[in-house]
């Protein structure tokens, strides 16, 4: 599976990190407030209603069931106050109803650990080993090895990101029916097999951590570049995959992948208020201000990259190590793109991906000239993985732009455009064209 990669291939921009907190005003009618409120919060109102039911397919089916609660009582009762809060109780009532009416309401009374009636949550564990956050055991749960690698991915997505089976199939470079087919087979097996809703222990965990990883990883990849809609950016997944990296570096300090994985996303979050302009209009990373990157969250980064240890690198290590490059470089001119080129090269040996080829293209034609580079992006055009990916001739075209082949530049940025579900990438592409 190749994912999409967030350093070299730095074409676009997104949006930056914000807070899930509150709504603000939509602009748009209550159904519009409703359904941007359940794409925010969906995953916690999920979580938490796994929690009571101890099944990931019907706590995602009665998030559903709140979402049709708030489109039918907000236009008359108006927009509650804390709307996830609302949506999180209504699901909540109704997964204890559900319960209630179970013939095993005794035995999930007694796994819940506590009175099903509102009231706080529970203390912190003596164990240190173990932790109280229901958004990770949804991802332990949904990363089980009883589902294939492709399926944990998809369902994780969809349960913890709220991501439709269109941007999950964009994310997985893949069709929509594949992914749908994936997410309803995941949740079956998962019931079927009685996956118990928990962060798992010992060898468990660490078999399944390269997984959570990976969903952590395209999480934060779908927030920092979406892959569709007005937004550069969905904040409220970046800031869940933050939040998850950092802690499952608490929960478990002595993976080096954990820590690259935290470094990476601290580094590539840190870009953001400079990669997008007065109107939100994308700034490309050579265009970019570093004076107003984030010094704190690169101080972070390159703190969790030192935790990482010294090596061999895994890839979240290696892309981290290439995030670095740049924060450090004060100019863009001072970037060490022979560096970045290496550690491509030794991320595509580890981790052969063509997207990661598409990347270390970009890297050599900084460090040896477009000639160089647009040599390797020709070798990928006839690669099955990157037909639609609008990152291809995105690439090809500056690259024919830096030799001066003008007509074909445009051509190519106009390719890329129609491939783009993302309108302010595409106002970009399109942009580049006519001054191409």
Same mark, same amino acid.
């Given at each position: 599976?190749a994912?999409t990669?967030?350093?070299a +291939?730095d074409?676009?921009?997104?949006s930056?990190?914000g807070?899930?907190?509150g ?8 159904a ?7 794409r925010?919060?969906s995953?916690?109102i999920?979580?938490?209603a796994?929690?009571?039911v101890?099944?990931?397919g ?5 998030a559903q069931d ?7 009582q907000?236009?008359e009762?108006g927009v @509650?106050?804390?709307p996830?809060a609302w949506?999180t109780a209504?699901?909540k009532?109704r997964?204890i109803?559900?319960v209630?009416r179970?013939?095993t309401y ?8 506590r009175?099903?009636e509102d009231? @706080?949550p529970?203390?912190?564990?003596a164990d240190?080993?173990d932790?109280?956050?229901?958004l990770?055991?949804? +991802? ?5 090895p009883v ?7 998809a369902l994780?997505l969809?349960?913890l990101g709220?991501?439709?089976?269109q941007e999950i199939?964009?994310a997985?470079l893949?069709s929509?029916a ?5 997410i309803?087979?995941a949740?079956?097996?998962l ?6 809703f928990? +962060? @798992?222990y010992?060898e468990?965990?660490a078999?399944?951590l ?7 990883y395209l999480v ?6 979406a892959t569709?809609?007005d937004?550069?950016?969905r904040?409220?997944l ?5 939040r998850?990296?950092? +802690? ?6 002595g993976e080096?992948e ?5 470094a ?7 870009r953001? @208020?400079?990669?997008?302009g007065?109107g939100?209009e994308p700034?490309?990373?050579?265009d ?9 969250l690169?101080l972070?980064?390159?703190e ?5 240890g010294?090596g061999?690198?895994g890839p979240?290590?290696?892309q981290?190590?290439?995030a670095?490059?740049?924060a450090?470089?004060v100019?863009y ?7 970045i080129a ?6 595509a040996?580890?981790?052969?991906s063509?997207?990661?080829?598409l990347?270390?293209?970009v890297?050599v034609?900084m460090?040896e000239?477009?000639e160089a580079?647009?040599g ?7 690669e ?5 990916y ?7 075209g ?11 530049a445009?051509?190519e940025?106009e390719?890329?455009?129609s491939?783009t579900h993302?309108?302010?990438e ?7 064209a006519?001054?191409?």
């Open positions: 599976m994912v990669g967030t350093d +291939v074409t676009t921009g997104a930056g990190v807070s899930a907190g709504t603000g005003s939509t602009g748009g009618t209550t519009e407030t409703v359904e941007t409120v359940f925010i919060e995953a916690r999920t979580a938490a796994a929690r009571v101890r099944d990931v019907l706590a995602e089916e009665i709140a979402l049709v609660a708030a489109l039918e907000w236009p009762s @509650p106050e804390r996830g949506l209504v699901a009532r997964a109803d559900l209630r179970g013939e005794a035995r999930k009374l007694a796994e819940v650990g009175t099903l009231t @706080p529970p203390p912190e564990p240190p080993d932790i109280d956050d229901d990770l055991r949804l +991802v332990f749960t949904a990363c089980h589902l294939s690698t492709e399926a944990r991915t994780t969809r349960l709220g991501l439709t089976t199939a964009r997985f893949t929509e594949t992914v749908a087919q994936r309803v087979r949740k079956r097996k019931a079927a097999a009685g996956v118990p928990e +962060v @798992p010992g468990d965990r078999g399944r390269s997984s959570v990883l990976e969903v952590v934060f990849n779908e927030g920092y570049s569709a809609g937004d550069l950016c904040p409220a970046c800031e869940d995959a933050l998850l990296a950092r +802690v499952l570096e608490g929960l478990m300090p080096p954990v820590h690259g994985l935290a990476l996303l601290e580094l590539q979050a840190s953001v @208020p400079a990669r997008t007065p939100g700034v490309l990373l050579a970019q201000n570093r004076a107003r990157w984030n010094r704190m690169i972070r980064g390159l969790a990259l030192r935790r990482a010294e061999p690198y979240y290590c290696l981290a190590a290439i670095a490059c740049h450090r470089a100019r001119e001072d970037t060490d793109w022979a560096v290496a550690l491509y090269g030794r991320l040996a580890l981790t052969p063509p997207v990661v080829e990347n270390r293209a890297a034609s460090a000239g477009p580079g647009l390797l992006v020709d070798a990928l055009t006839d099955p993985a990157l037909r639609g609008h990152l291809l001739p995105s690439v090809r500056d690259l024919l732009e830096r030799l001066g082949r003008a007509e074909e445009r051509a940025f390719r890329a455009a491939l993302n309108e302010r595409r106002e970009l592409l399109l942009g580049r006519r001054r191409s």
